[in-house]
């Protein structure tokens, strides 16, 4: 299938710092799009990879896993290894969990990580019938478009396929066991409201990491999807300013690029 105009992923050669950024479940590149473009315009190497399954049809994200979802940014960061001397990663929702899988299996490769509500499980009875309910019902409502900025749409799936929602759950669950594993400096970035990721998430993942160098910050005016809504500046000057604290020649390498 053709990928939806906006879905393309992104991918800038810049300096020696290189940024990996992970977009979230059911969603596409669309959405941290702005976000790439920012950093980019500053000089980083940047990768926004389209996750196997998103950015076409929900029907091809039904043929697809975790397993599918991880090995793509795997691969990613991996090539950003090979090219720059210090790379980040960073995520939205779903994204922000493989950004903390990729933290905890790759170790110090990964200099430091940037997560926008972090989704750790799924809330509530439903998810529990899961394992039965995705063999007898194909879908359920989206849950694309959290955003309080009126006239800001986020590209994803109308419809999110069973199947994968079962995947994505056994996937949230091998991560929380491996936060511990997860000892880079961390920036999380959490919407005082957010009608698909609740704060509690965000507080799992804070109460189970191993890092010491942690900043948290709350976004009052934006909702789930912050990096399209009213708050996406702070973001990116947030996250810009935490590589440049880590990686003090991104500086240079900014300057240059805007010159």
């Known amino acids: 299938m053709p990928v939806l105009p906006g879905a393309e992923p992104f991918r800038h050669e810049g300096g020696e ?13 669309q959405s941290l799009r702005p976000w790439a473009e920012y950093l980019a315009e500053r000089g980083l190497t940047v990768s926004l990879p389209l ?3 998103h950015g076409t049809r929900w029907e091809d994200l039904q043929l ?3 397993q599918d979802w991880y090995a793509e940014v795997d691969r990613e960061l991996r090539a950003l290894r090979e090219r720059c001397a210090q790379v980040f990663v960073a995520g939205l929702s779903m994204g922000a969990t493989l950004a903390l ?17 972090p989704a750790n ?3 509530g009875l439903a998810p529990h019938a899961l394992p039965v309910i995705h063999h007898l019902v194909r879908t359920s409502k989206g849950i694309a478009s959290d955003i309080a900025k009126e006239g800001s749409v986020e590209l994803g799936y109308g419809r999110v396929p069973l ?3 079962h995947s994505l759950r056994t996937f949230f669950r091998l991560v929380d066991g491996e936060l511990p594993q997860v000892t880079q400096p961390l ?7 957010d009608h698909v990721v609740p704060a509690a998430d965000s507080a799992r993942v804070l109460s189970r990491i191993s890092s010491t160098d942690v900043q948290e910050i ?14 996406a500046d702070r973001i990116f000057e947030e996250s810009y300013a935490f590589i440049g604290r880590l990686a003090p020649s991104i500086g240079k390498e900014g300057t240059a690029a805007r010159g």
């Open 64 to 66: 697809t896993g975790w």
């Open 163 to 165: 199947r994968a929602a």
């Open 17 to 29: 710092a290189g940024v990996l950024l992970c977009h979230g479940f059911t969603g596409s590149p």
């Open 51 to 53: 996750l196997p399954g």
């Open 218 to 231: 709350v976004l009052e005016q934006s909702y789930h999807v912050a990096t399209l809504d009213f708050e």
């Open 187 to 193: 920036l999380v970035l959490r919407s005082a409201q």
């Open 121 to 123: 499980r799924m809330h």
């Open 101 to 117: 899988r990729l933290a905890a299996k790759h170790g110090d490769t990964v200099s430091g990580l940037m997560v926008v509500n």
